[in-house]
């Protein structure tokens, strides 16, 4: 979705008057345009790019004798 119509449509989604729908942005969030999303209105973003790529730490919880 185009930044224009979340825009859009998070703004039919506000003004249902009564408050109770709310909004997230999720797909395609990155770093380099987390501020944009969040400046549409949305009252949350998921952003899997932090965890995307990432090495994975691989750690124990045995303890030794």
């Not at 859009?8 to 506000?14: G, K």
């Not at 501020?35 to 919880?61: F, I, K, N, P, W």
Request: aromatic share 2%.
């Amino acid at each position: 979705m185009s930044i224009d119509r979340m825009r859009e449509a998070v703004a039919l989604c506000h003004s249902s008057g009564n408050g109770a729908v709310e909004t997230e942005a999720s797909g395609g969030i990155t770093l380099a345009n987390l501020r944009e999303v969040g400046e549409t209105g949305v009252d949350y973003v998921s952003m899997g790019a932090l965890t995307h790529s990432r090495r994975a730490l691989d750690v124990s919880l045995e303890v030794a004798p």
